[in-house]
Structures are given as C-alpha cells and as structure tokens.
C-alpha cells in the first residue's frame, strides 16, 4: 500500500492551495481517506475526512474542503484562506471502512507528508 501527497508549498496568507493524495495497493472504495495535519512541535490534528460524507475540524470548516475520486484513486484537500497557524506537514491516510476518520487509531495506511508553509 502506497499513499502519495503532493501539492505542498509556499502561500501567502489569504492565498489558496490543493493537496492531492495518490493511493495504490488498496481497495480505494472501501476505505475512508483523511488529512492530518502537524505543525513543529505539536501533536498531529485531523483535519478532514471523507467517506460517502465529509468531516471536517473546526479550524478547517468553510476554509477547506475534502473530495475524493475513486475511478483514479485519489484524494484531495483544496484550502482556502489560509492562515500562518495552518502551516504544517499534511498526511494523507486512510482507514478501512466506514469509520469517522478523525482519530489517528483508525487509520492504518499514512503517506509521508506534504509541506505547507503559509507566510504572514
């Protein structure tokens, strides 16, 4: 199982940025996909997640938004108004089921993490 991130990079705050997650190796459509997020020094923190539906953290209501595509086995993040306190290493990860996805616990397959940097 393999799960790939891109999209990570250098904003401005205000600007917009997409992070897209490639999986291979797995029954994409039985899995729930998520987006955690971990900052320097802090504890890594969901951020987004979907299923048939979508869940999101409170710091990433309205700002971002969580979709996947399971003909070509992707997931993507589209951000929005981003803030410096969203700068972080972003995961992708995924959990077998229907589970919220919202805990680390529930999933069992990670990437290896994207870059954002948001700029004041």
């Known amino acids: 199982v393999q799960l790939q991130a891109s999209g990570g990079g250098l904003v401005q705050a205000g600007g917009s940025l997409r992070l897209s997650c490639a999986a291979s190796?797995?029954?994409?459509?039985?899995?729930?996909l998520a987006w955690f997020r971990q900052a320097p020094g802090k504890v890594r923190e969901f951020v987004a997640a979907?299923?048939?539906?979508?869940r999101y953290a409170e710091s990433a209501k309205g700002r971002f938004a969580i979709s996947r595509d399971n003909a070509n086995n992707t997931v993507s993040l589209q951000m929005y108004s981003l803030e410096p306190e969203d700068t972080a290493v972003y995961y992708c990860?995924?959990?077998?089921?229907?589970?919220?996805?919202?805990?680390?616990?529930?999933?069992?397959?990670w990437g290896q993490g994207t870059l954002v940097t948001v700029s004041s």
């Open positions: 979907v299923y048939w539906t979508t």
């Open positions: 990860a995924a959990g077998y089921g229907v589970v919220t996805g919202t805990q680390t616990g529930e999933c069992t397959h």
């Open positions: 190796g797995l029954d994409f459509g039985s899995y729930t």
